[in-house]
T-cell receptor, first 114, second 112 residues
């Protein structure tokens, strides 16, 4: 069974540009999460989807970040316009069941904003 | 939110048993303790989860004393491939992921 996949693995963009990150969860997992680690700090929660609905987006830093999960399958996280402080590693995870359970993480997307 | 405290780093040698202790003084009655492992350029990977006493699986053991204010992840006979960052998390199953705090983790280095 395929694990959580993320695309691209790396992205280098200039300040002010737009970047879209994609996450494909494990098939059948209704829960999809986005996390990020910036500047070597701790992994921080961004938001949680249950199917196509945003269950909790309390971790989204500002309105430059937009997450979608149309159809309840894959998800995208768009950063527009990107700022220098957005550089970091963005992780996606998925899980089964309700609420917090064992999460399966993807390899992450390393975003560098110049 | 239950905060955890772990050593920043640990070193050991191949074949040794490694014990990583995590403090969680504010753990709530129904919180579970979960450990994740993270290799470079990968996302965290679930290792083990427990509520009290001892839990063992094919990878590790988790020891939790009666007061549950701390827990110890035990890795038997480590190898070079166990070099990774280990995170201790405390959370109530079913709670929102926004309440999950990864912390700084423990960077474990295994030497030949």
């Amino acid at each position: 069974e395929a694990g959580v996949t993320q695309f691209p693995s790396h992205s280098v963009i200039e300040k002010g540009q737009t970047v879209t990150l994609r996450c494909d969860p494990i098939s059948g997992h209704d829960n999809l999460y986005w996390y990020r680690r910036v500047m070597g700090k701790e992994i921080k929660f961004l938001l949680h989807f249950v199917k196509e609905s945003k269950q909790d987006e309390s971790g989204m830093p500002n309105n430059r970040f937009l997450a979608e999960r149309t159809g309840g399958t894959y998800s995208t996280l768009k950063v527009q316009p990107a700022e220098l402080e957005d550089s970091g590693v963005y992780f996606c995870a998925s899980s089964q069941g309700e609420g917090y359970n064992e999460q399966f993480f993807g390899p992450g997307t390393r975003l560098t904003v110049l | 939110l239950a905060k955890t405290t772990q050593p920043i780093s640990m070193d050991s040698y191949e074949g040794q048993e490694v014990n990583i202790t995590c403090s969680h003084n504010n753990i709530a009655t129904n919180d579970y303790i979960t450990w994740y492992q993270q290799f470079p350029s990968q996302g965290p990977r679930f290792i083990i989860q427990g509520y009290k006493t001892k839990v063992t699986n094919e990878v590790a053991s988790l020891f939790i004393p009666a007061d549950r204010k701390s827990s110890t992840l035990s890795l038997p006979r480590v190898s070079l491939s166990d070099t990774a960052v280990y995170y201790c998390l405390v959370a109530l199953p079913g709670s929102s992921a926004s309440k999950i705090i990864f912390g700084s983790g423990t960077r474990l280095s295994i030497r030949p």
